[in-house]
């Protein structure tokens, strides 16, 4: 929006040391400026008052699973982000997460112009054991209260749009993806002995679909590798790779984090991303993430798990990639076999993939939508 002529401020929560140099570098080119609302020492609160606020957000999270409410100490800064979003003018306030939400409520209630994206499903999301310690109602108190009164609703599925409004009413959530700008073309590239299967995150851990895929991939007889990208939980690669033939552990690469501008260049050194979301937990179902948008824009065919968002995406270019319930595991890797069977087979759906996200997810497509909605608003 700011490469749209509009003077945009980016209201943040500043809550982990190591993002900060990240955080800034990016800032360095960013067409908007940025205030931070500190839960770190060395910027602008005090130590002391830090303290003081882990304190009550711990208390308040453990009050959650006794009294089934919480409060909003629960859901991060919201009382410190709704006092400085109060100072900063705006013809519009656009909220994004929990504690944003919660604020975006009470600055609708003082007359302010606000918009939200439900980019996840909050109230909806996480494992059972972690819901029991959220503050549900306060969650969804604030999801029905955006989508009854705000200026627009964002997210980033159909699917999810329609959950939304079949639970809460108001008005129906505009579809806006996760995508990204087009990276330069990655089809051209030569490609490896052996197809490469490609997973990422942040964090490398349990319960991401991760055990089940390896439990398929080992019954495979087609030559593979897997590499897995992301900073792993302690343990956790060797308990993975126990899952793993000894005599095909030598195809399972670990690789660390890499800064945000590196990872669209590192995923196009592969064929096959892998998008394996969990259904089990309804937001996981019905989201779009932005892996599987990531893996279209660098031109990798895609394996995704069986949920409602994922299928959306392919249901638009089934040539793209394939779906497989890795809980069938001897189905699932009949499945990647047939996959790696052919390579002339999947280089065209890597370039099957890479036109998806051409003509459907990808950032010079969404812009435009978004500005008009934005547009609208302002104008009231």
């Known amino acids: 929006m700011g490469r749209a002529g509009y003077d945009v401020t980016l209201l943040m929560v500043r809550n982990h040391a190591p993002s900060e140099p990240v955080d800034a570098a990016l800032m360095a080119e960013a067409p908007f400026r940025r205030e931070a609302v500190d839960l ?35 859901i991060g800064p919201s009382a410190a982000l709704l006092a400085r979003a109060r100072a900063i003018p705006a013809d519009l306030t656009i909220v994004h997460n929990e504690p944003a939400h919660w604020a975006g ?22 494992t059972p054991e972690a819901r029991a310690r959220r503050p549900l109602r306060l969650i969804r108190a604030s999801e029905a209260g955006l989508l009854r009164r705000a200026a627009y609703v964002t997210t980033t599925s159909r699917a999810l749009s329609g959950a939304l409004h079949d639970r809460y009413g108001g008005m129906q959530a505009q579809v806006i993806s996760n995508s990204f700008p087009l990276q330069a073309n990655p089809l051209g590239r030569e490609t490896g ?16 679909g991760l055990e089940l895929f390896l439990s398929a991939w080992s019954r495979t007889t087609v030559p593979s590798r897997l590499v897995i990208l992301g900073d792993p939980v302690a343990g956790y690669p060797a308990s993975l790779l126990a899952r793993v033939p000894a005599e095909r552990r030598d195809q399972v690469s670990f690789r660390p984090q890499v800064a945000p501008a590196s990872l669209p260049a590192v995923i196009a050194e592969h064929d096959i991303g892998l998008a394996l ?27 995704a798990s069986p949920t409602a968002g994922q299928r959306e ?8 990639g394939v ?58």
């Open 40 to 74: 770190i020492p060395g910027f602008s609160t005090g130590v002391a008052r830090l303290l003081l606020h882990r304190t009550m957000s711990r208390i308040a999270r453990s009050a959650a699973p006794v009294i089934g409410l919480g409060g909003r100490l629960a």
């Open 323 to 380: 779906i497989s319930d890795f809980m069938q595991t001897g189905e699932a890797a009949s499945a990647l076999d047939r996959l790696l069977a052919d390579r002339a087979v999947l280089t065209g759906r890597r370039a099957a993939a890479r036109r998806l996200a051409e003509e459907v997810y990808c950032w010079e497509r969404e812009e435009p939508r978004l500005l008009d909605l934005v547009e609208r608003a302002i104008e009231g």
């Open 313 to 320: 995406v392919l249901a638009q270019a089934p040539e793209a």
């Open 193 to 208: 002995p052996v197809p490469a299967f490609f997973w990422f995150s942040q964090t490398t851990g349990p319960g991401r």
């Open 277 to 303: 979301e969990q259904s089990f937990i309804v937001n996981r179902d019905l989201t779009i993430t932005n892996k599987i948008l990531q893996y279209l824009n660098a031109g990798l065919a895609v394996v």
């Open 105 to 126: 409520i009470r600055l609708m209630s003082g007359g302010r112009r606000v918009a939200a994206d439900i980019e996840d499903w909050h109230s909806e999301d996480l």
